[in-house]
């Protein structure tokens, strides 16, 4: 390793105390029972007008994992969560790691296709999801799957308000074939004893379309993600018992990490507003007075431009951290400019178990003058950042290339693909597959992707999965898709298509085609219908040319 990355110049952006050594537990359910332990009747859980104590939520999770054991699921067996923010994902996710199990966060946005991929690559035998997502699109994937266990949770329990604004929908019936996540909870179980996790024990399978096109499993331990989270703990302090407000969805890695583990870790009150919707997080705010929040670039955008948001919103933060998605320079100082917080820029991948690199309380993010672009921040202590060439090499401080992260929060690989790992992870180390540089004092900057990922309001897409839906249309005859810049969404979703001889089709048929068939952040807005694709003289289409077009 080159001396001037060995040497970890931005240790001097650091202070003392974000120097320090910490000695976290081997796991958030660790730092979850000291909570318990010192604080048993203080909020754990805040949902609208509904309060869960920290007794309270260990008590019901403690029968979830004593369900789950009575039927059948083992330590190691893998327990599948697709839930929005909601304390039901919170007490299955506690429930699943006292039994011993491995949870599998999926997105609730995901279709039945995407679903039954991670179902079958994961060998799920647990599913815990929304009774509605069960009824209308779960049920047949579950059943050409591995799982074995099903528990649904009813959003609207939990809470009286009913805001219709996000929670706009009626009860579902109760399921023959499926058991309710809060009977089971509230039946008193005891939980099945198992051993408490070990730090390099598996704690998550995040899936995620990382350096390459194919979805795979990142092995989150739970070591790690205590790890990062007592970072966050001791890098963006607030105090202990202070109120974390999930902007960032708990699916992701963002949200599992900087909000409720963090919020453990400092026993802590995490308020939940089932999805995001501007007026009701501004709501909480005002309700909540959290001291911290992290979020992407989009959500702040929202926030800013509601009609109802004041200063006073924003009055009761002490940290407010954005990641996932590009932070423009100016809606920094514009956001400060009109509501007096700083957004505190960061950089992580889900294979690094959220962040790597953030901006020090004690410091503002330098903007790259050649560039415009606003620095991530600078890596933790125990982590070493390198910028590398094609073949692995330093590069000198200040020239671009890939990101390359060592440290204890860096997965071992990805689930089921050894191949892959040793790629992905050479000798231990993530290649990112992202493109930068590092300054002369620390700053490491993010200035594009080394491959095609699209990165649409902090969610990655990759383009040949889009493709694939575009050419099962029986119009379509080529298809290629490119992220091009937006405003709100940092990167949007375009399709080039070229038509089958005398097939005609419309646009935004085939725009609506795909999002009856893809998440939401996923299907493309734009569809240009062009006579021919370009092509290199092998014939495989030059999505670069199309990008640039764009």
Not at 288 to 312: E, I, N
Not at 401 to 421: D, K, M, N, T
Request: hydrophobic share 40%.
């Amino acid at each position: 390793m080159s001396s001037v990355y060995a040497a970890r110049p931005w240790l001097g952006r650091l202070s003392e105390a974000q120097r320090a050594p910490v000695d976290p537990p081997a796991g958030v359910l660790q730092a979850f029972r000291a909570a318990v332990a010192r604080a048993p009747g203080r909020t754990a859980l805040a949902y609208f007008d509904g309060r869960l104590a920290y007794d309270e939520t260990d008590a019901l999770s403690d029968s979830v994992a004593g369900h789950l054991a009575a039927r059948g699921i083992a330590p190691g067996d893998r327990v599948a969560i697709m839930l929005q923010n909601t304390p039901h994902f919170v007490i299955a996710l506690l429930g699943a790691w006292k039994a011993g199990a491995v949870v599998v966060p999926l997105n609730p946005m995901y279709k039945g296709g995407e679903v039954a991929h991670v179902l079958a690559d994961a060998g799920v035998g647990a599913l815990i999801c929304s009774d509605r997502a069960w009824e209308t699109r779960l049920r047949e994937c579950a059943a050409a799957s591995p799982v074995r266990v099903v528990l649904t949770a009813c959003e609207l329990d939990l809470q009286t308000r009913g805001d219709t604004r996000v929670l706009g929908f009626e009860r579902t019936p109760p399921a023959d074939d499926a058991d309710d996540l809060l009977g089971v909870a509230r039946a008193g179980l005891p939980a099945p004893g198992c051993p408490e996790p070990a730090a390099d024990d598996v704690a998550l399978i995040s899936y995620t379309s990382g350096t390459s096109g194919t979805p795979k499993g990142a092995m989150n331990l739970h070591g790690a993600l205590a790890y990062n989270a007592e970072r966050q703990r001791t890098g963006h302090p607030v105090p202990e018992g202070a109120c974390y407000y999930a902007l960032a969805p708990l699916f992701h890695i963002t949200g599992m990490v900087c909000e409720l583990a963090a919020c453990f870790a400092n026993a802590g009150t995490l308020a939940l507003t089932y999805r995001f919707e501007a007026g009701v997080v501004l709501d909480a705010f005002a309700e909540h007075r959290p001291a911290y929040t992290v979020g992407p670039s989009t959500a702040f955008m929202a926030l800013a431009a509601h009609p109802a948001v004041t200063r006073d919103h924003f009055a009761s933060f002490e940290v407010i951290s954005s990641g996932g998605a590009p932070l423009p320079p100016a809606l920094v100082e514009g956001f400060r400019d009109r509501f007096g917080p700083y957004i505190r820029n960061g950089y992580g991948l889900t294979e690094c178990t959220a962040p790597c690199a953030a901006v020090p309380p004690e410091h503002e993010a330098p903007v790259d003058p050649a560039s415009g672009t606003l620095s991530v921040g600078v890596p933790g202590p125990d982590t070493i950042v390198r910028i590398v060439d094609e073949k692995g090499d330093d590069v000198p401080l200040g020239e671009q290339g890939e990101i390359a992260v060592r440290g204890p929060q860096v997965v071992p690989g990805y689930w089921g693909l050894p191949e892959a790992s040793a790629e992905a992870f050479p000798d231990g180390e993530l290649r990112t597959g992202d493109i930068g540089f590092m300054d002369a004092d620390g700053w490491l900057y993010v200035v594009d992707r080394k491959k095609d990922m699209i990165n649409a309001s902090g969610f990655k897409v990759w383009p040949r999965e889009v493709e694939d839906v575009l050419y099962t249309h029986p119009a379509v005859r080529e298809a290629a898709v490119v992220g091009v810049p937006d405003a709100y969404r940092g990167e949007t979703v375009r399709a080039y298509v070229s038509l089958r001889p005398g097939a005609e089709v419309a646009p935004g048929e085939l725009s609506a085609y795909c999002e009856q068939r893809l998440a939401a952040y996923k299907y493309p807005r734009d569809v240009t219908v062009l006579p021919e694709l370009p092509k290199t003289t092998s014939g495989k289409i030059l999505r670069r040319e199309l990008r640039s077009q764009a």
